[in-house]
């Protein structure tokens, strides 16, 4: 991957309700033949991807034997073709699990609003996504860059690729996808034969109706300001917000724009929203949201199951009506995202590309204040690990450290300077020329280290204070040059007129996704 020219390569599928059902594989002869298309289509895609993202419904009823089977028949496939990628997961409303829930009667006696109870039962509601969450933690594809929070639960965080200039947030939408538990509640508990049903009927339709009921809970959870945070750390970077529900099925306020309320302050970030649950056709198109700010991708359904009676001849429980998946192509500099949809042909049983290529445009981010807190972990990271930058610029794991600052690299010297000036002598560099016999010399600059570099925490347009930089540092290299030559003796000409000085002013951001 070129780096000057970052580009992110994602496989995304969503809303495939995996279920424990489907190991009956004589019986769902169908659903064999598709999967193993599905495989072989991906096989020949011959795209190395980045990240693998499940963005909900990964299983049918959320049951621990749904993702054992999902795994086995599915995931453990994907992996192995893309042994690089990081998988990203996130719950959807299948994935509540509908077993062990202990708060049933509180929250149907509940008064307050759904996000002081989520803040009350946070534990109790992490429970009722055990079986989804224990299925992906302990995975080896988990990114390392992922949010403490989230390598926790799998539930909501971020992930910060400093590699893509790219930071994901990751979403639960699905807190509140908990009606089947109510109803269930409601039955075993031989409500319906009481003089209250009707009012216990009310009560679980609103308790648990979905649409314009749920809510992300980021205003009780405290973890998220890490998310606001980082989302102000790295003003630059391409976000990437995806969470299984679009914002139109959330409360009131994690829809309206106001700063008080985190969601928004999200949003302000994100220039790609990715969202699944809606089960939409292949011809959907994308659109753009928060006034024109915010490109909104909808997944399609990569699976759906059906809930006909097994026992009943002819009768498949797997069903396939529209089913796809989406691979996404981001450039991360020049701001492109391109879908490509990928479809189920139930005519000839094979999965094929759908014709129409949507290549969108993602909003320039004109306002890019650096914080001095980032910029001073940046140069405290830089500082001492000077080998290893060297390495990244000239391309060359071979290259030999001489000691801190001076490496040999072929035929040549490659000076280090973690100053705003170079502090190496005249008489060092003719010294060195006697031990390593070298052809030229490359001084290295990093712009952090130049006293200029504290207007990247107030100025709109980095490239204007790298070019001050730049200017600055050409300045004191061409006096050092200079100087070098112009103080030469004869004889020292002879030895040492054939030298070529060279300079590298490297930008802070072409080297932080170095992670030293």
Known sequence: MNNLDPQLNILWLSD???????????????????????????????????????????????????YNLFYIDILKDILELFPNAKLLVIPGNH???????????????????????????RDDFYKIFAPFSNQFINNSSISMDSSITYKEHLLYGYVL????????????????????IFLTHYINNDFHNTREAKLVIHDIKKITSEYGFQTLGLDVLAEIDGIIEILNNYPEYLTITTMHHPINWFIHKDQITR????????????????????????????EYINNGKILHIKAGCFMDFSKENKELNGINPFKINNNWFSTLEINTKKRTVRQDKHYYDTVNNEWVEYENKNISKLNKKNTIQISENRLNNIKGELKN???????????????????????????????????????ISHNEVKDLFQSENFEKLYVVFVDLFNNISEKYTIANDRLLVLNTIKNDYDFKFNIFRHDFFSNLTKDEVINYGNLAFIAKIVPYWDIEHLNC
């Open 385 to 423: 690990n000077s080998l290893k930058i060297v390495q990244h610029l000239f391309k060359d794991d071979a290259i030999r450290e001489i000691n801190q600052s001076v490496y040999r690299y072929k035929k040549n010297i490659i000076f280090f300077t973690a100053d705003d000036f170079i502090n």
């Open 95 to 121: 994935d509540v699990s509908r077993n062990g829930v202990s708060f049933i009667n509180e929250f149907i006696e509940n008064k307050e609003s759904r996000d002081t109870f989520l803040k009350k039962h």
């Open 161 to 180: 690729d400093k590699k893509n200039k790219t930071i994901i947030i990751l979403l639960n939408s699905s807190w509140y996808s908990v009606g089947d």
């Open 259 to 286: 700063d008080e309320y985190k969601f928004h302050q999200i949003k302000k970030f994100t220039d790609l929203l990715l969202t699944g649950h809606e089960h939409i056709s292949v011809e959907h198109p994308f």
């Open 16 to 66: 495939i309700h995996y279920d424990e059902n489907y190991s009956d594989k004589q019986y769902h002869s169908e659903l064999k033949k598709y999967l193993d298309s599905f495989k072989l289509y991906l096989k020949n895609l011959d795209v190395e991807y980045d990240y693998i993202l499940l963005s909900g419904d990964i299983a049918q009823n959320g049951d621990e034997n749904d």
